[in-house]
C-alpha cells in the first residue's frame, strides 16, 4: 500500500446464524455485501470466508480498513460478535 489509505471500509455483524459484510469502496461509493453463516465456536472463521468472497471477486484484502460502529448503548458491531437483540427506533 505504501503509505496511501485503503481504498475499502470493512463493517461486519457477527449474528448468531449469519455474518454479515459490507465493503464500502470510498473512491465510488459503491457498496458490497455478502451474508455468510455463522460460526459460533469461532466467529473468526465466519468473517474470513465473508472475505474470502471479496477476494474472489477480485478485491485485494490489503485495501480494506476494518471500523467498529456502535448502535445505542446495547451491543457493539463490525468487527466484534452482537450479542444484544437489535431493534429498530
Known amino acids: 500500500m505504501s503509505g496511501k489509505r485503503p481504498q475499502y471500509r470493512l463493517g461486519v455483524d457477527v449474528g448468531g446464524t449469519h455474518t454479515d459484510l459490507v465493503l464500502l469502496d470510498s473512491a465510488t461509493g459503491q457498496l458490497l455485501v455478502e451474508k455468510v453463516a455463522s460460526t459460533p465456536k ?48
Open 42 to 89: 469461532n466467529p473468526a472463521l465466519g468473517v474470513l470466508a465473508g472475505v474470502a468472497r471479496f477476494v474472489a471477486r477480485g478485491i485485494d484484502p490489503r485495501e480494506y480498513r476494518v471500523f467498529r460502529t456502535w448502535h445505542d448503548d446495547y451491543h457493539q458491531c463490525a468487527a466484534r460478535r452482537c450479542e444484544a437483540p437489535k431493534s429498530v427506533s
